[in-house]
Each structure stands twice: as C-alpha cells, then as structure tokens.
C-alpha cells in the first residue's frame, strides 16, 4: 500500500518504516481489512486526496486550525458580547499522574469532613430543621456522607413566597447579568472540580471518571445556557412591512420548581437550574433524597457567585411528602422535573390541576426514563460493538437514563457476539468506587438493590438463560452484572425499566425486525446502532425513532451542546436538554407591533432577525 507515497518520501531523505503482519492467515487477513476500512474512512487522508480530491492546499491544512474554525462559527454572535466561544470541558486525562493524586487527595479530603451538615437555604438564609434525614455512601451503607435538615410543607411554601418576592427584580435584571452569574458559577466548579467529583463518588457511588464527567456536565450547562441566553436577549424583528415595527421578545414565566434525580447529581441539577434562572425565573430547588449533599454543594457554588437572596432557594426534602406542595402551588409557574416516569406523570397531574385563584397554567418539563436498545447488525465490528454496549448497559451500574438495557442481535452473528460479550463482562472489575480500578460499583440504595434482584428473578421464572457475576461485599448495595439471553422482546424483563446491570439480549432475524422490536417498547429515549451497511444505517436513521439516536458509538455519554437530549413517548416531552431551544421552555414569547408611519425618528434597538 502507499508505494509511491513511500518511494517519495524515501527519495526525500525521510525514515520510512514499513510494517506487515505476520502469523496466521486468518489473523492478516483481519489486520488487513481494518487497516483498508481505516484509510477509505471518511477522515482519511487518503480518501480525501484519490477520491474526493481535495485540493492541496486543503489537505496538508493543520486540523488544529480546521478544529478552532469550526469551533468559533457558530459562536460569532457571542464574540460580539465580548465573551469567547463555548467550550465542552475536558474531562481528566486519567494517564496523567497528576489527575490521579490530586484526585485520591480530594477523596481523602472530603471524607475527613463527614458527616456534612446541610441546612436549607431560603431566601439567603440558612435554615435548620428539626427533621434529618442521612445520606449515605452506596458502597458502604455504615458511612454517613451527609445530615441533612428536611423540608416539609412549611418550609416548601416560605420558599415559594421567597421566590415570588424576589422575581420582580430578577426579572428585569438584564440578561447579560444574568448570564454573567452562570459564567462566575462555573468558575467556581472549576477551581472545586476534584472536591466536587470527589463527593460524588462517596454520595452517589460513581466512577472516578464518571463523578468528574458529571461535573464538567455541570459547567458545560452553566457556560452554554448563559451563551444561550445573550442570543435570546436579542428582540426577534418579524415581517418586513414599512411603517411597522413587530418584535418577538421572551420573557421569564415566574417561580419555577426544579425537581432533579440523584444519577447525575450535580450535572442535571445545574442544567435545570440554571436554564430557569438565566431566563429570568427564580427557582426552588429539590434535590433528590439520595443525593442532597452534592445537591448542597450546587447551592454552595451560586451562592459563591453572588446570586441575590431569593433567587435559587433550596430545599431538600421528602419528594413523597412535600412534593405535592412545591408542584401544586397556585404561585409556581412551573416545573422541571427529571426522573422516573411515574413520578413525572404524577407531577403532570399535580401541576395541571387549577387551583382556586390561580392564574396561570403551569408549564412542565418532564424528562423521564427509557427502556433503550442497541442494535448490533451482521456486518457491525464486534470488538468495537462489545466495548459500546458494555460502557452502555454497565456503566454507572447501568443506572443511566440513556443507559442500554436492551441488546437486539442478528441471528447470524449472534451467538458469537455473546460469546464475546460475556468474556468482556466477566473481565471488568467490579467493587468500591473510590478505588479506581472498579468499573462497576453498587446500586444507590437498597430499594434499588431490591428492585434490580426482583427483575433477575422474574427473568430466570421465564426461562432465559442467564450470565451472572456476582460480587459478596456486605456492606455496599452491591447487585450481580447480569447478562440475559434469548429473552422475548415482549416479556417484562424487555419492557420495563430496571435501572441496574440487567441485560436483556434479543434474537432477531434480520435488521427490519430488529427496528420493529426497538421501537416497540413505551419509551423513546436514546438508542444505538452498530452496523456498516450504508443501507441499515439510512433505515436506522429514518424509522429508529428515540429522541436521542447514536450510530456506530455507545447510546449514553451526551455533550452539551453537541448533542441535545431528551426523549419522547413515555421518556418525556421531546425537549432538549442542552440544545438551542431548551431555554425557550422557560419563557413565554410575546410579540408587540407599533405603527411608526407618523412618527418620524424610530431609535434601532438591538435585534436579530430569523
Ligand atoms: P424519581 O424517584 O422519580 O425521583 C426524582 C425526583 O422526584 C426526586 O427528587 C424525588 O424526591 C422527587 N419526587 C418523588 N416523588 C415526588 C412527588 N410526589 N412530587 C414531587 N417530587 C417528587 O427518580 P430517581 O430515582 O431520582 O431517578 C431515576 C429515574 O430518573 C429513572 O427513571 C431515570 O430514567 C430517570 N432519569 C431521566 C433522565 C432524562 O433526562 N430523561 C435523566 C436522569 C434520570 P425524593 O428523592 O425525595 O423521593
């Protein structure tokens, strides 16, 4: 291959090295047709000259250039505020030692301060209560990361009243200010990135690399959403008729309930969070019960931005039991709410129902679960597919929205693809997460243990051949990785959400029926698809229908920004997370006209139009 490219460079003076394989036939033969697929690959340099022919100039252009291009395009309107480009923050380069004992003295660091006290906060204040309420580390259920003062109705409702007191001023600071708070809060988390990754290993039993992922999330929301913002402060110019004046503007809708789940702590909560208060709502804040220290520290980095009193108040709390108070209220314009979906539904109900006096229908947001699938296809690469479906289905314990819990394969691969997977699952290491070699560490609490053992056993009632690894450690909420094959597309087990390291590996014939069993379930979050037939990939791309559809990757891991999230059916109200018109959720539009014919000098204001 390349012989001329090799004789030219030779000629010019240069080391070349040539390499081959050698062994066995099959072995080439496969080393071969991957080094083939990696230069016809779309990014190839050598597609890219003897194929599309790209001149020159083009292809000995360094990419780092190419890369700060495409970065900076679609920012120009921000440039223009005087604020750089929006960039995803890089997660830690785990091969650097540095990370490494920065990261095990954050561990330490943190825990020497447990138990954590947390307060409420209302209206600036801090407030205890005399119901507490423990936050413990999944791993190991004697360890108390945190005593937490709980709300009840009484305090869910003096910080209603706190929000609606501070929402006049709010709303009519400008929106530059107010995204200039996102911007100093992500600043914040930035400097207390170990420290807030740390804790979350110890509350929410994740990952080192997975806690660090979630807080970069967290300012990834923070500096989008407040970039978002400028560019919607820019009053939308409507229709071009002379003699008129017709703006479109977005206003806040007032108090706005923020409900978050405990699987990304820190991430969903800033994301929700900030969406609310950058367009001008002031917000109660609940965090989930499993995870209120790490929700505690969310309010410890606003507050350390400056926020004025009354604008971000948090209450943690017993959702079952002051729930109902924050979404029902007559004063609340509305909710976002992320988790499971029959506590969305319940809020949809709560939120809709009209109170006496009320004048507003409240606006939710609900971001529910998913039963989510990857397909694997005849011809897809099983070393990469084995690598995607497991991060998918086991990282964080598969406690992901996104995660993959169903597994769809061809026949003709399929038991070969098996065979691979189980030897991959019974290779990764599974343990304490504060000890960085695990991979998988336990369910968030026992009732989750409990739920995840439940579906294990209703899927060995049903027959279906089962991979299992267990692990015995007393004293965490540890649950077996488990792998069930030959499972039917309609039993429970392929139907229902579990939200644990449970499995359920389909048989399908060809790739129509495995989109037909894909879609058949009553969610539609993420989905996956490994395959390299163009063909499959356009039907994929046309009737898989999720909200969030990844081909040829795994099905978790969205970047804000990049690629924005949410699903439909029963996953949610198809917005998205993390995207351009996520903030608009937040609003009411309104557009005002004026007749400018006999006025004479009409001042520009700064608009944009669409
Ligand atoms: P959850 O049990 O529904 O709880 C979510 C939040 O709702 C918690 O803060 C909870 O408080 C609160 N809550 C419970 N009952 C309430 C009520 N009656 N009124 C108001 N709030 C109430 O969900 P989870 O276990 O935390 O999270 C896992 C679920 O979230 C999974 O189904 C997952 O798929 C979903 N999820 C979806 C997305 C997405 O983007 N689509 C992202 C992440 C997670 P307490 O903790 O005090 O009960």
Redo the contacts with the bound molecule.
Sequence with gaps: MGEQVRNALHKAGLHVRVYCPVGEMLQGMSYLVRRLLENTANESFLLQAFSQKLPREDLLRNPAEKLKKMAEEPQKTVEQSGIGPYRIEPVFDWSRAEHRARFADALKRVRDNFPIHVPLQVGGKKIQTASRFASLNPDRADETVGIISAAGVKEAESAIAAAKSAFPLWRDTSAGKRAQYLFKAAAFARLKRYDLAALQVFEAGKSWSESDADVCEAIDYLEYYGREMLRYSRHITMGHVLGETSHLLYEPRGVAVV??????PMA?SAGMSSAAMVTGNTVVY?????SPVTGYMLNGIFEEAGLPAGVFNFV?????T???A??GHPDVAMVA????????L??LA?AHEIQEGSSVIKNVIA????KNAIIVDSDADLDEAVIYVLQSAFGYQG????ACSRLIVIEGIYDRFVERLKAAAQSVNIGPVELPQNFMGAV?EPA?RDKVLRYIEIGKEAGFPLFERKIQLENGYFVPLSIFTDVDPESRLARE?I?GPVLAVIKVKDFDEALCVANGTQYA?TGGVVSRSPANIRKARESFRTGNLYINRGCTGAVVGRHP???FKM??LGYK?GGPDYLQHFMIARNIVENTVRRGFAPLEETRTE
């Design positions: 409900i978050a789940p405990w699987n990304f969903i609940k965090p989930a019960s499993q943690p709390g017993p959702g079952g002051m729930g109902d924050l979404t709410f992320t988790g499971s979906r029959d506590v969305g319940h809020i709560k971001e529910m679960g998913g406690q992901k929205c996104s968030i989750a959400e939200f979050l999230f949410g699903g996953s949610g997370a």
